[in-house]
């Protein structure tokens, strides 16, 4: 078997609202798929992380760079090719953009696998700890409004997630510290006393504005702080999670297994969040996920994207071992963006029906057994929302 042709699929549409996070406000929704092809008429599905014009570029990488590359190599030689790959673009970057267009091809690789083997991905990886998985839904997405109006709006958004039936909720930051814990006083509220709650800053923070505003997610009792400061800057994770009670999360911005021992070595999370569209695939995800292990660091995947990276977070959320061992273990969740995306609600030909499982089974979501990734995607919906570029 050999590959015949990679393509990439990047997808647009325009949001209801204008969503925000400590960054930037978008009003449109991307998703880039990669489609991998063989002469035995097998075909994989990847996504490649990375919005709007990031996502053009990248499908430039895996078309452009990637694709000749890998012409006529066996799919399932997908280790021999992720070096391959890696080591012929190392030099033009070992993270960022060339690591995300190689993961959206490495996951194409291991749908093929599975397809070839007729078993989903957990079981070529070694088997299922767990058939399903709990669920946070996150929401309180920013809006260009005032304090006091999105703080009313995160109260009902947040109230209106817990009762969708999901196990936790996370909101977003980024006015500035005060208005800030002022959001977080306000989803509290909407949740009760006893429901998780997780807030993402998104990098936005110094160091001592980050202690700032977690020293009042202790007293909120939050669950994880995520992304309070640069991703560069590992001595502020380690200052935090020493100086804080409210557990450090982060890593969606870190990439292969060498960037991640840093990130590990030094001892600054207490929650690792690999993303595994963008660190270099599910090859790299697993060796990632070993050294979390190995430095007893427990891990939640980082999802974002449409349906086919939720399919992939669910194979590997599956393969996840318990961490460190015992009956009443810490258990994984699945991160789930209630806001509007079609390209994860309307992409597969058999929804995954998140909400709906959630709703029927008091927050949890069962782990596609078919083989490979366990879905594929509607081609007519494909071409109904691809950009060029």
């Not at 669910?314 to 390209?343: C, K």
Request: proline share 5%; charged share 25%.
């Amino acid at each position: 078997m050999k590959i015949t042709k990679v393509t990439s699929h990047v997808l647009q549409y325009e949001l209801p609202e204008l969503l925000g996070y400590s960054q930037q406000y978008y009003a449109k929704r991307s998703a880039h798929l990669v489609e991998v092809e063989t002469d035995d008429g097998i075909t994989g599905w990847g996504e490649c992380f990375g919005p709007g014009n990031i996502a053009l570029a990248n499908k430039s990488i895996v078309e452009k760079v990637i694709q000749p590359l890998i012409l006529g190599d066996d799919p399932l030689d997908r280790d021999v090719i992720w070096h391959k790959v890696y080591n012929l673009t190392r030099d033009h970057g070992q993270k960022g953009m060339p690591l995300q267009a190689l993961s959206g091809v490495d996951i194409a690789l291991w749908d093929i696998a599975g397809k070839v083997a007729g078993l989903p991905i957990h079981k070529l990886i070694g088997g299922a700890h767990r058939n399903e998985v709990g669920v946070y839904g996150y929401g309180m997405m920013l809006r260009p409004e005032d304090t006091a109006s999105l703080a009313a709006r995160f109260t009902d958004e947040a109230a209106a997630i817990r009762d969708m039936g999901f196990e936790a909720t996370k909101m977003k930051v980024g006015f500035g510290p005060k208005d800030d814990v002022k959001l977080a006083e306000a989803v509290r509220r909407g949740v009760g006393d006893d429901y998780p709650f997780m807030v993402d800053a998104n990098h936005c923070y110094t160091t001592s504005d980050a202690f700032y505003v977690g020293r009042a997610l202790e007293e909120l009792e939050a669950y994880w702080f995520e992304e309070p400061v640069a991703p560069e800057d590992l001595d502020g994770y380690r200052e935090l999670r020493a100086g804080l009670s409210v557990n450090i999360a982060g890593g969606e911005a870190e990439f292969n297994r060498w960037g991640w021992r840093a990130i590990l070595e030094n001892r600054g999370l207490d929650i690792a969040q690999p993303e595994v569209c963008a660190l270099g695939g599910i090859s790299e995800y697993l060796r990632v996920l070993a050294l979390a292990h190995a430095h007893f660091t427990p891990v939640a995947n980082h999802v974002w994207g449409s349906a086919i990276a939720v399919a992939a977070n669910l194979q590997l959320l599956a393969v996840m071992p318990p961490l460190p061992g015992g009956m009443h273990q810490w258990e994984p969740w699945l991160e789930f963006d209630t806001t509007d995306n079609r390209f994860r609600d309307h992409l597969l030909l058999e929804p995954l029906d998140i909400q709906g499982q959630v709703k029927r089974s008091g927050g949890k979501v069962a782990i596609p057994t078919g083989p490979g990734l366990g879905v594929e995607p509607d081609r007519d919906f494909i071409a109904r929302h691809e950009i060029d570029g």
